[in-house]
């Protein structure tokens, strides 16, 4: 796919390896949708460095727990043109065992890794125009395919954020390639502490060899040279391969 004026829609994309993502689309020359929740100041600042490598940019605000919002949130960012690229890189990673969760944990991780996501997707192929190529990126996990306790109901809903990319992959070929992108710890967990939100701004902004592959892997994905579908990239430091 030619990327230069093209659309893409990247949830949760105000910070973190979203805001990379963010930013490397629109070196390429993509205008960018910029989906957030509570980030409101790092999404007009993300935003604004997006315009300011040349491309349009819009920040579309919405909680993904909540699905109903899934569909409103689309159509803000086809305001931009049709929508040909979509990364569902929005996630909640809160720590939890199984004797500490109840329904509304599980509930809240599924919403958020599995229906919002399966609800941006219908929408997504609702929207693309006939002949247009289009590319869907699932942000993964290791804890996907491998179980970490220390992460119960987030592991669980990210397992089925993958069995979505496989059944999206089968359902849509050729026109849309599904595929998945799996990091390790390219950046450390937020919190809310002052101290660690600058430093991680720091990080964000500074030489970040793991950062610079998985945004590499994106660019492979959507360019699709090799046609990819179905197919998950590490970005893990070869956890996967141990």
Known sequence: MEMTGKVALVTGAAHRIGRAMAYRLADEGMHVA??????????????AACRARGVEAVSIQGDLSDPRIAAKIFAEACTLGPVQVLVNNASRFVPNRLL?????????DHR??????????REFVKQLPAGLDGRIIQMLDWRASDADPRYF???????????????????????ITVNGISPGSILPPNTDLPSESTRLSSMESEENPALDQLTDALIRLIRQDDGSNGQVVPIDGWRSMS
Request: charged share 20%; net charge negative.
């Open 34 to 47: 910029i989906h957030w929740n509570l980030s409101r100041e790092q999404s007009r600042e993300t935003v």
């Open 100 to 108: 500490e969760i109840d329904s509304s944990q599980l509930e809240i």
């Open 112 to 121: 958020i890794h599995v229906v919002s996501p399966t609800i941006l997707c």
């Open 153 to 175: 109901s987030y592991g669980l809903a990210k397992a089925g954020s993958l069995h979505l990319m496989k059944l999206l992959a089968a359902e849509l070929a050729p026109e």
